[in-house]
């Protein structure tokens, strides 16, 4: 039987799958597809020229080696790019053989100048003073240059550098960049936009909170002044959102956004938002907005490792001219270990500490003022407050979870509640097991594993427990 593109290219993506992290598959090889088989050249399609780029720089070596495989020692891949024109017209295809060596075809675009109307009102111009040029309400301290990568936030920047560069030209329209407080989300988006500010200063840039954004929609209600929000947010080149997830339980703001939104995408203006969660896990917000979140590139930013925390404080005293010893910079690095914002904010404690008390940091001082710095994080948690919280969040009794009843939904609070006492208290595996119903250590060992094996999993699992360690976290 002849082999069509599609079979060599699923034969292909089989083997890259088992070979790549999950979420990279996901993200750069599920959009592309197989287009042409001629002879032992296998022809795809890529949705954007940054997407070609990537393939070829950090997936090259398993491509070749994997249409070697299938197609022979003479197999050959070239991919066709697409390219939008504008939005009016369709997209055109450039093929490029792949080499290994990034080459590229040629790429089209047309700008459109877009002049701000100086007759629609600003709202972020306060009332009574002179009318000025959007200002992007952007802090010019977040750069791409101070922002550190790593291995949690590498696609997001990634991303967002190649949306600094070619605003509304590449894929990922909108930009959603996603993850827990305190990672980094805002210096990202704010960064993006001030690249596109450096390299195209004529184009209209703003930054806004969503709670700001919600904020002037019910003051342009009260003023009868909505036309003028709204004409003002749709001749934005680029609108940076930040906390979406703040739309929750907003109908008329959400439906505002939503037309807004759609008349920027339709003209090739770039939107990128932040948020908390991902889009399929925000709740509150309406499935049509939901959906317009999706289009694009959905990238989330995780905790930092030991290695990338360092470097990020590093980096600081770099920028503050500041040296400190090496061991003080891993201590602080191991002890808080949930948040940049947090990290950042122990290493200026400690130099306070330092200048106040004329001491020099040492080890002992960092020990000392991390003592009182982490220690919401660092006190007790009992079985009995974890439980009572899986329960409420739940919405099952506490003595069902003590049973020896099956049903689902309490076995699943039973095994989160272990899971959680073994991550937040010192018990043994036999008092937990005691704890919850008199069960034995195996009992409470295959829970914890069942729930580290359903987080790696089921994302949808994998916030509830997020949700409630945030509660833990926070008590």
Known sequence: MEKTCTDVWENCLQVIKDNIPARSFKTWFEPVKAVKLQGNVLTI?????????????????????????FLGE??????????????????????IPSNGNGAEGKRQSI??????????????????????DVDPQLNQQYTFDSFIEGECNRLARSAGFAVANKPGGTSFNPLMIYGDVGLGKTHLAQAIGNE??????????????????????????????????????????????????????????QDIFFHIFNQLHQNNKQIILTSDKAPKDLSGVEE?????????????????????????????????GIELPEDVIEYVAHQ?????????????????????????????????????????????????????????????PVEMVKSKMRKREIV?????SMYLAKSYTK????TIGNFFGGRDHSTVIYACQTVQDLIETDKKFKSYVQDIQKKIKMA
């Not at 399609?45 to 393939?55: A, I, K, M, R």
């Not at 699943?412 to 989160?416: E, L, V």
Request: net charge positive; with cysteine; proline share 3%.
């Open 288 to 320: 049509r907005l939901l959906s317009r979140f999706k289009w694009g590139l959905s990238a989330d930013i995780q905790i930092p490792d030991l290695e990338t925390r360092m470097a990020i404080l590093k980096k600081k005293m770099y920028s503050d």
């Open 336 to 396: 808080i270990d949930n948040s940049v914002r947090e990290l950042e904010g122990a290493m200026v404690s400690l130099l306070a500490q330092s200048t106040l008390n004329k001491k020099e940091i040492d080890l002992e001082l960092a020990k000392s003022m991390l003592k009182n710095f982490v220690k919401n994080s660092q006190k007790e948690i009992s079985m009995e407050y974890i439980q009572d919280l899986v329960c409420e969040y739940f919405e099952v």
């Open 427 to 430: 018990s043994s595996l036999k």
């Open 196 to 253: 596109i500010k450096k390299n195209l200063p004529d184009k209209l840039v703003i930054y806004v909170s969503c709670e700001r954004f919600c904020q002037q929609f019910v003051e342009s209600l009260k003023n009868n002044t909505i036309n003028d929000f709204v004409n003002f947010y749709q001749t934005m080149d680029v609108i940076i959102m930040d906390d979406v997830h703040n739309f929750a339980g907003k109908e008329k703001t």
């Open 111 to 132: 700008p459109v100048p877009v002049a701000l109307n100086k007759n629609i009102k600003n709202p972020f111009v306060i009332p009574g003073l002179k009318k000025m």
């Open 45 to 69: 399609q890529v949705p954007s020229l940054f997407f070609y780029e990537w393939l070829e720089e950090h997936y090259v070596g398993i491509l070749r080696k994997t249409v070697k495989k």
């Open 412 to 416: 699943q609070a039973r095994q989160i």
């Open 74 to 95: 003479h197999g050959r891949l070239e991919y066709n790019i697409v390219v939008e024109k504008s939005s009016s017209s369709r997209p055109y295809t450039t093929n």
